[in-house]
């Protein structure tokens, strides 16, 4: 549909919002127009300026059409004396708010979220006399908030947040605020005295800040219609000094205080209607008070209090309860049952015991169940499969027992299942294929007995698939199924007692394997809701560690650990975004292939415990990514690759092959300068080499070694008396250069982890 009714003349008003228009926005409107209503309608383009200069314009309203750019005049408005209400949410300005936006003084509403626009609010805003609502939330105005703002004498409704401002808020001496958002900028200082001369105030949020000093309950004592209070993250301590005078309005709605250092929870006692209740990150300790259960069992829908030290919260009275978070808290006994309104509800890591109530598939809302890293028992209920809201399901490290729920039906929305680490028997339950929707999968370190379940490869959408530590066997065999488990990242089939070849036959397939995927640098993710999120144990560096957000990025095989034999195929250099690669602990024979060279993203390789033979392929000069390495426990033999990584590698990577040479290890190889056996004789005869070389190492020593010189010197004069010395010198310099070249490495580890930690 494309707009060509605005040239009608005597057409006032026009709203299509909603409808959708799909076009540019034309030029020439009638200048007759007074209501411009375009909201949701997909235009794109331009907004033409003339729009502004409309000279009858009241109401303006392009918002939500993402794909709309615009510029302020940079002059007076046409409009400016009529301009009643500008909606330009979600339209595109990239740039600076004009100094023009002073002349709108009949502006009663200002709505500019999400527009790109940033810099500082300029001071003519104080001449909008008649704004009642001024929203800026969520773009990239910095500077101080210009303290005219708050003496504007028609504003009721400030919400600058999410923007950058910076410096103290100065004084607010409006009389008609009653709602005050400025969460999530870079505001500091002590909280302004006169925001209790507010009495009016309804919402007031300062979190996300940099506010600091203590706050006492009596701050609030006047403001009588308070609803929504909001704290945390800044580095405020909320106080109740006086414990029986002062409380907490008993209007209170919302109440926001996370990471306020809250001990106790007096100060709520007269709240009635508490609907929202965040006081995670506290230090509330012990049992979450029966008064607080019977002042809100029919309101309260959000209750977090996870990050504290809570011993004991009686969920049962509370009959409205949507989303609980009480996680890392110090619960103990039974777990304690919520309402069937539930529909998210995280209780993870504290010391909970006993069954799981079966009355827990009553929650027929459940979204996400997180019980995980408690000690509950039992057998797992075979009816939490039925729940088919339920897109999380994590238990990992408890102790349950009894085989898999095999109730998983047809539409289920899981995504994520987690239940590693308990005693769970039996197979793993084919009515899994019915989860299309499932992305993980971690049944890792149970007692299950089973064949692999090539099935599973139907799963279009699986990333992660960890069976490790069970007790599956059999040799993997080859799909009969085209195009098996294109999505899987992480195969993790360690620690179980799998024969034969390596699976060639599912190497073939694994396409998310086979493909660097670019994208993949910036973590992307459906459907975290930000409330939870995914994580899986992984055995890489040589340690076990739980990858959380990372997890999506990471590409793991690992098989070690199984009775696989046969050759490494060498398909496997065709899984060229495999970033672990870990096939160590098996009965593989022949030759190293050399097209495990082509993995060129490849950060740990563990081919160790096996009985290869052979030459260390050059190729792997090449893997210049590779950090760990380990060939240890085969029958290798000839010269290690020199250059790039392996200056990095120690002995430990190769010890148990008695045929291998050169650096790290001591025996030599044939192609260097100097080498191991006969020549040390009569190099050292020839006093013009040897002087030379020592001329050398000198000056690489003073040069370029700084903290390790001391023992060179020391080693060097032991050496001089044996004998030995230009092999043992070798030695030294490139020990030396190694540890540099360690130190360096780390240092920049480092630096890559800092950058990866900032970015999630
Ligand atoms: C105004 O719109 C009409 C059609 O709607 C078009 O024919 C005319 O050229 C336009 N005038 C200008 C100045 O853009
Ligand atoms: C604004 O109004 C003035 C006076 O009516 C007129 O001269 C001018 O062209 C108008 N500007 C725009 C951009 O329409
Ligand atoms: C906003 O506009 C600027 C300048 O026209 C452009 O560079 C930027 O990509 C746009 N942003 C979006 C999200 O379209
Ligand atoms: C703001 O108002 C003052 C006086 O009312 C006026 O002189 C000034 O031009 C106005 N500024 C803007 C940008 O409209
Ligand atoms: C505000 O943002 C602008 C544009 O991004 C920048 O040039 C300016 O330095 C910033 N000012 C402050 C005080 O941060
Ligand atoms: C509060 O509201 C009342 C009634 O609307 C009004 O008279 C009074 O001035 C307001 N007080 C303040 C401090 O905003
Ligand atoms: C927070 O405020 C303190 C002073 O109270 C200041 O030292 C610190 O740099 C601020 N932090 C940030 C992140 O702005
Ligand atoms: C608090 O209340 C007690 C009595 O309940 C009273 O003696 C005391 O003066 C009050 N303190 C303040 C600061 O109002
Ligand atoms: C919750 O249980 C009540 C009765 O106990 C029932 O009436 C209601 O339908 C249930 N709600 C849901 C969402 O299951
Ligand atoms: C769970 O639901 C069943 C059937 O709807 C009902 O008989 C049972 O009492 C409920 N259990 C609890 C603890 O609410
Ligand atoms: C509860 O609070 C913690 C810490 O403040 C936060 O990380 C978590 O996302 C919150 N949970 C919910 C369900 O909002
Ligand atoms: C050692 O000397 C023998 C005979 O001189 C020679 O054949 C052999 O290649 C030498 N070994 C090395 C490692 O250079």
């Not at 209501?35 to 009241?58: A, D, N």
């Not at 414990?243 to 907490?248: A, E, G, H, P």
């Not at 230090?283 to 607080?292: E, I, M, S, T, V």
């Not at 259960?293 to 809570?310: A, P």
Request: aromatic share 8%; charged share 15%.
């Amino acid at each position: 549909m494309a707009l060509q009714v605005v040239n009608l003349t005597l057409l006032r008003v026009l709203d299509l919002s909603g409808v959708s228009i799909s076009s540019t926005i034309p030029l020439n409107f009638s200048s007759h127009f007074t209501t411009l209503v375009l909201g949701h309608s997909e235009l794109y383009g331009v907004i033409p300026e003339s729009i502004f200069h409309l000279p009858k314009l009241k109401i303006l309203d392009l918002s939500i059409n993402y794909h709309l750019n615009g510029y302020f005049p940079k002059t007076k408005w046409n409009s400016s004396a009529s301009l009643t209400d500008l909606n330009l949410q979600g339209v595109n300005f990239s740039g600076y708010l004009p100094e023009s936006l002073g002349y709108l003084t009949s502006l009663n509403n200002l709505f500019l979220i999400f527009c790109n626009i940033w810099g500082p609010i300029p001071e003519s805003l104080s001449n909008l006399t008649l704004i009642e609502y001024l929203f800026l939330t969520g773009n990239f105005l910095n500077g101080t908030i210009p303290s005219s703002i708050f003496s504007l004498p028609s504003l009721t409704d400030l919400e600058l947040s999410n923007n950058h401002f910076s410096g103290q808020l100065e004084d607010i001496k409006s009389n008609s605020l009653l709602s005050i958002d400025l969460g999530n900028n870079q505001l500091q200082g002590h909280l302004p005295e006169s925001i209790q001369n507010l009495v009016n105030l309804t919402t007031l949020d300062l979190s996300f800040n940099n506010f600091s000093g203590s706050v006492d309950v009596s701050f609030f004592s006047d403001l009588k219609h308070l609803s929504s209070l909001g704290l945390s993250y800044n580095s405020i301590s909320f106080t109740n000094e006086n414990r029986v005078n002062f409380t907490l309005p008993e209007s209170l709605l919302y109440l926001r205080l996370a990471a306020c250092e809250v001990k106790e929870l007096g100060f709520l006692r007269s709240v009635k209607k508490l609907e929202d209740l965040d006081l995670s990150n506290n230090k509330l300790q012990g049992r979450f008070p029966d008064w607080a259960s019977s002042n809100w069992m029919f309101s309260l829908k959000t209750l977090n209090l996870s990050h504290n030290m809570l011993t004991s919260v009686d969920l049962t009275p509370f009959q409205s309860l949507q989303t609980i978070d009480l996680r890392s808290n110090s619960l103990q006994g039974s777990l304690s049952m919520p309402p069937n309104s539930t529909t998210y509800f995280f209780i993870s890591e504290n010391n909970l015991s006993g069954e799981i109530p079966s009355s827990i598939c009553n929650l027929t809302s459940l979204v996400m169940l997180d019980l995980a890293r408690n000690n509950l028992k039992g057998a797992i209920l075979q009816c939490l499969g039925n729940i088919s809201s339920l897109q999380v399901l994590d238990m990992h490290h408890n102790s349950l027992t009894g085989t898999l729920p095999n109730t998983f039906r047809f539409g289920s929305s899981l995504r994520s299942l987690n239940l590693h680490g308990n005693k769970l028997e039996g197979k793993i339950p084919q009515s899994l294929a019915n989860c299309k929707e499932l992305q993980v999968l971690d049944l890792g370190d149970n007692h299950l007995i089973d064949i692999f379940p090539m099935w599973l490869g139907t799963l279009p959408k699986l990333q992660v698939l960890s069976l490790r530590s069970n007790e599956l066997h059999g040799s993997i065999r080859t799909p009969t199924i085209e195009n098996i488990f294109p999505n899987l990242r992480m195969l993790d089939l360690s620690s179980n007692a799998f024969t034969e070849n390596l699976p060639t036959g599912l190497f073939q397939h694994l396409k998310a394997m086979r493909t660097i995927d670019q994208t993949m640098n910036a973590p992307h993710y459906e459907g975290t809701d930000g409330y939870y999120q995914d994580s899986v144990a992984v055995v890489s560096k040589g340690f076990e560690r739980e990858i959380g957000r990372i997890l999506y990025l990471y590409t793991v095989i690992n098989l070690s650990s199984n009775k696989f034999g046969g050759q490494i195929p060498s398909i496997m250099g065709e899984l060229i975004a495999v970033h672990i690669l870990n096939i160590s602990h098996n009965g593989l024979e022949g030759h190293i292939s050399s097209s495990l060279g082509s993995l060129s993203l490849v950060e740990s390789l563990d081919l160790s415990s096996n009985h290869l033979v052979g030459k260390i392929p050059e190729q792997f000069a090449l893997l210049t990514s590779l950090e760990v390495f380990n060939l240890s426990y085969n029958h290798l033999e000839g010269c290690i690759p020199q250059g790039n990584q392996f200056q990095t590698f120690e002995n430990n990577s190769y010890e148990g092959n008695d045929g291998l040479r050169g650096f790290p290890l001591s025996k030599g190889c044939g192609n260097d300068s100097v080498s191991e056996t006969n020549d040390t004789v009569s190099e050292l005869n020839d006093e013009e080499s040897n002087s030379e070389f020592l001329n050398d190492f000198w000056k690489g020593a003073l040069m370029g070694y700084g903290s390790g010189l001391c023992i060179g010197l020391s080693i060097i004069y032991f050496m001089i008396s044996t004998g030995k010395l230009i092999w043992l010198a070798r030695i030294i310099v490139e020990r030396e250069h190694k540890i540099m070249m360690g130190r360096r490495k780390k240092q920049g580890r480092q630096r890559n982890n800092r950058r990866r930690n900032n970015h999630f």
